[in-house]
């Protein structure tokens, strides 16, 4: 009996009845809060913070409110963790957006991270079957490209040269959702079949429409809300395991 959530069983045993020199599969992965759970990368964020001089000084209400400070999985940016510790003052979440954007998008905090339950030996299993695998990720070249591959390396995902690939937007201010569509649309071709595992909405309603051909998985773990996903899409909920 296999380990994994049944939607994602089949696509093992698909790919390991029909993989043949003539027919190559290419599973192509998001990074956070689809392969990884982002919330320790906050939680260590803000917790360096309130241990900041800088912060003690200017806003110890606020610091001693955070002392217990709870980030949850479904939280996304720090406005709810804030809200949650009854802290509202507009100053405070300001320098605090600015603290922990700065480090978040950063390679120094990317250790932080935790794969989902079942991720890692899901994305290898796939990998020995033959099949090609991308990490497709919205983080960018200049200040995330070191500690994505450092992650990669220290949890054990596939990352050797001849069958994986890493792509990450070139740069900061390109938009997500065209950078994944496109690179999507020139890894596309008649040989190959696609699966895609992504947990933004807003990118899988894109992909969608123009790669209709493309598998896509969804991850239902946290999203920006600037579109709905639909009930009928194939999708995981926080885990690779059954
Ligand atoms: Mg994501």
Wanted: glycine share 4%; proline share 4%; aromatic share 12%.
């Amino acid at each position: 009996m296999s380990k994994y959530d049944n939607l994602l069983n089949k696509i093992i045993q698909n790919i390991s009845l029909n993989s043949h020199p003539g027919r190559h599969f290419h599973c192509v992965f998001d990074l956070d809060s689809t392969l990884f759970n982002v919330t320790s990368r906050t939680e260590k964020i803000l917790e360096d913070m309130i241990l900041e001089k800088d912060f003690k000084l200017k806003f110890p209400t606020e610091v001693k409110k955070l002392d217990n400070l709870l980030v949850n999985h479904d939280d996304w940016g720090i406005k709810d963790v804030l809200e949650r510790s009854g802290v509202d003052n507009p100053d405070f979440y300001k320098k605090a957006r600015s603290f922990w954007a700065h480090r978040f998008f950063s390679n120094e905090y990317l250790k932080f991270d935790r794969p989902y339950l079942g991720a890692v030996d899901f994305v290898n299993e796939l990998s020995d079957l033959g099949a090609q695998i991308t990490y497709l990720t919205g983080r960018d070249q200049v200040r995330m490209m070191i500690g994505t591959i450092e992650s990669l390396k220290q949890w054990k995902f596939p990352i050797d040269l001849k069958n994986t690939h890493l792509a990450l937007k070139p740069h900061f201010k390109d938009e997500d959702t065209d950078f994944k569509s496109d690179y999507l649309k020139n890894i596309n071709s008649h040989h190959e079949k696609i699966y895609f595992f992504e947990n933004e909405p807003v990118i899988i309603h894109k992909v969608k429409q123009q790669l209709p051909e493309i598998i896509v998985v969804f991850m239902d773990s946290v999203h920006s809300g600037r579109a709905d996903p639909l009930d009928h899409w194939p999708k995981i909920k926080m885990s690779f395991l059954k």
